[in-house]
C-alpha cells in the first residue's frame, strides 16, 4: 500500500509540473552531454595514443643543400658519413633501444610527399633536392628518445634529429584543452539544473502542503513524505542523464563510424561499444544531482 501510495504520489508531481519537468530533463541532458563529450574525448586520447605511441619513429635527418645546422659545415651528407651513421645505430650502445631502422631517400622522401599532398598546391612547388635524407627508426621504447638524440644530433653529417612523439603530444594538448572547455561548459550547465532542480521540487511541495499537511498528522514518517518529491527530480535528471547517453551513442556511431573513420582509415577511432562505458556514471551522476538537490531544498525551505 505504502509503495502504490509513494508511486501515485511520483506520478501526481509529475503530470501537475510536466512543465518544469520537461526543463530538467532538457538542462540536465545538455549539462551530462557536454560532461560524455569530454569523457569521448579523454578516450579518444587514450586511444590515439595507445595506437600512434607504438607506431612513431625517431627521424634522423641528413644534411643537404641549405642546410645550415652546425654538422652540415662540410655540405649535404656524403655516403661516408651515411655508413658511419649506419654502423653506429647497429652498434651495441644503440641497438638494444630500437627495434629497427630504415633509410629514406630524397627520392623516396619525395614519394611519400607526394602521396600525402597529393591534393595540395604546394606539392608542385617541392623538388626531390629540397627534402632531406633520413633515417626512420622505431624505438622499443619512445621514452628512450633523448638517448638517441644525443647520441646522434652531434654527429658530422646530420642536420636534426625528431621525435614524431613530440608533434602528437601537440594534438592531444589542443584535444585536452577541448575536452576542458566542455567540462567547464558542462559545469555551468550542472549549476543550472541543480538550480532547476531544486526550483521544480520546491514548487511542487508548495503546491501539495495541504496533502504533507494531512499526512504528518495521521503519523506518516518524514521518509514517506519527502521520498515522491525526491523521485520526481531523480526521474527526471535520469531520463536526461539517459537521452545524453544516447545521444553520445549516436554522435561515436553515425558521425565517428560511419564518417571520420572511413575518411582517416588510419586513424584509431573510438568504438560505439566504449561510449557505453559512460553511460551508468552518467546515469549516475544525474541521480545523485538531483537527490542531493532535491532533498537540501525540502530540508532547507520547504516544510513537508
Known amino acids: 500500500m505504502r509503495l502504490a501510495f509513494i508511486l501515485g504520489e511520483i506520478g501526481s508531481g509529475l503530470r501537475r509540473n510536466l512543465s518544469m519537468v520537461v526543463s530538467v530533463i532538457l538542462v540536465t541532458f545538455v549539462s551530462l552531454t557536454f560532461v560524455g563529450a569530454a569523457g569521448m574525448l579523454q578516450l579518444q586520447i587514450n586511444q590515439m595514443k595507445g595506437y600512434w605511441y607504438d607506431k612513431v619513429q625517431?627521424?634522423?635527418f641528413l644534411c643537404s643543400d641549405g642546410s645550415t645546422a652546425p654538422g652540415c659545415a662540410t655540405g649535404p651528407a656524403t655516403a661516408e658519413q651515411q655508413d658511419i651513421l649506419r654502423s653506429l645505430l647497429e652498434s651495441?650502445?644503440?641497438?638494444?633501444y630500437i627495434n629497427d631502422f630504415q633509410y629514406e631517400s630524397q627520392d623516396d622522401a619525395y614519394r611519400h610527399f607526394k602521396d600525402?599532398?597529393?591534393?595540395?598546391?604546394?606539392?608542385?612547388?617541392v623538388t626531390p633536392d629540397q627534402l632531406p635524407a633520413s633515417f626512420r627508426i622505431n624505438m622499443k621504447d619512445p621514452e628512450k628518445y633523448q638517448i638517441i638524440s644525443e647520441t646522434f644530433s652531434s654527429q658530422t653529417g646530420v642536420e636534426t634529429v625528431v621525435d614524431q612523439r613530440q608533434l602528437l603530444e601537440q594534438l592531444f594538448s589542443v584535444m585536452n584543452a577541448a575536452s576542458l572547455v566542455a567540462v567547464s561548459?558542462?559545469?555551468?550547465?550542472?549549476?543550472?539544473?541543480?538550480?532547476?532542480?531544486?526550483?521544480?521540487?520546491?514548487?511542487s511541495a508548495i503546491s501539495r502542503r495541504r496533502e504533507t499537511g494531512i499526512m504528518r498528522l495521521v503519523g506518516a514518517s518524514k521518509l514517506v513524505i519527502q521520498l515522491p518529491f525526491i523521485l520526481e527530480g531523480v526521474i527526471a535528471a535520469v531520463i536526461g542523464a539517459a537521452l545524453a547517453s544516447g545521444t553520445l551513442w549516436a554522435v561515436a556511431h553515425f558521425f565517428i563510424g560511419e564518417m571520420l573513420s572511413k575518411q582517416y582509415p588510419d586513424t584509431a577511432f573510438i568504438s560505439p561499444a566504449q561510449t557505453l562505458i559512460l553511460a551508468p556514471a552518467l546515469i549516475g551522476l544525474g541521480a545523485l544531482?538531483?537527490?542531493t538537490s532535491s532533498l537540501l531544498t525540502l530540508r532547507r525551505h520547504v516544510r513537508v
Open 185 to 203: 561548459i558542462a559545469g555551468v550547465m550542472i549549476v543550472c539544473a541543480i538550480l532547476l532542480i531544486a526550483t521544480t521540487i520546491r514548487l
Open 289 to 291: 544531482l538531483a537527490g
Open 116 to 125: 600525402q599532398f597529393s591534393n595540395s598546391p604546394i606539392v608542385d612547388a
Open 92 to 96: 651495441p650502445a644503440v641497438s638494444p
Open 58 to 60: 625517431v627521424a634522423i
